[in-house]
T-cell receptor, first 115, second 114 residues
Framework: DTGVSQNPRHKITKRGQNVTFRCDPI?????LYWYRQTLGQGPEFLTY????????KSRLLSDRFSAERPKGSFSTLEIQRTEQGDSAMYLC?????????????FGAGTRLSVL | AQSVTQLGSHVSVSEGALVLLRCNYS??????LFWYVQYPNQGLQLLLK??????LVKGINGFEAEFKKSETSFHLTKPSAHMSDAAEYFC????????????FGTGTRLKVLA
């Protein structure tokens, strides 16, 4: 169990550029979540995958955001035409049981700064 | 919809003193509740969780929390603070929408004074 891995840890980009983040969940975890955390706030849900299927997207996820989880393993989160308001910490989490009581394991996050 | 309120965005305690971090939730069904800790530049680490059964839950690093349905609270406590407890703490409720996503509070930053 190597934990949830996120890359890169930090990303600085100019407004209007596209960025992509990667999340490698704990192996055999079938559920994967993306959250966004801004300064002074708790993480907010963005989207959820069960295996390769994206089953829910938050209203926070505008059309500029897209997430994939090919083959139900790693996941990518892409932001197109970045805006300064996209600056935040993007957290990935995975879980196994799929019940309300299951525990989500979080990665260290990718901190995005849009200049 | 479920929600979580954490009272006090910043809490300071002296080393050795009692730690009390407050969390109130809103839920129309019995909730599953969690406390996570976040150290600088690290991900969230689970401290403890409440699902069903015993309302006093013990977690790692000497922390515990008590589920009080009548007060809709799930406060986190530790009898004696240690310098290493300085971090940000988040209370979360598991959402009953099929995804089991978490709804987090806004967090409480704990400062431990020597």
């Amino acid at each position: 169990d190597t934990g949830v891995s996120q890359n890169p840890r930090h990303k600085i980009t100019k407004r209007g550029q596209n960025v992509t983040f990667r999340c490698d969940p704990i192996s055999e975890h079938n559920r994967l979540y993306w959250y966004r955390q801004t300064l002074g706030q708790g993480p907010e849900f963005l989207t959820y995958f069960q295996n390769e299927a994206q089953l829910e997207k938050s209203r926070l996820l505008s059309d500029r955001f897209s997430a994939e989880r090919p083959k139900g393993s790693f996941s990518t989160l892409e932001i197109q035409r970045t805006e300064q308001g996209d600056s935040a910490m993007y957290l990935c989490a995975s879980s196994l049981d799929g019940t309300s009581a299951d525990i989500q394991y979080f990665g260290a996050g990718t901190r995005l700064s849009v200049l | 919809a479920q929600s979580v309120t954490q009272l006090g965005s910043h809490v300071s305690v002296s080393e050795g003193a009692l730690v009390l971090l407050r969390c109130n939730y809103s839920s129309s069904v019995p909730p599953y509740l969690f406390w996570y800790v976040q150290y600088p530049n690290q991900g969230l680490q689970l401290l403890l969780k409440y699902t069903t059964g015993a309302t006093l839950v013990k977690g790692i690093n000497g922390f515990e929390a008590e589920f009080k349905k009548s007060e809709t609270s799930f406060h986190l406590t530790k009898p004696s603070a240690h310098m290493s407890d300085a971090a940000e703490y988040f209370c979360a409720v598991s959402e009953y929408s099929g995804t089991y996503k978490y709804i987090f509070g806004t967090g409480t930053r704990l400062k431990v004074l020597a």
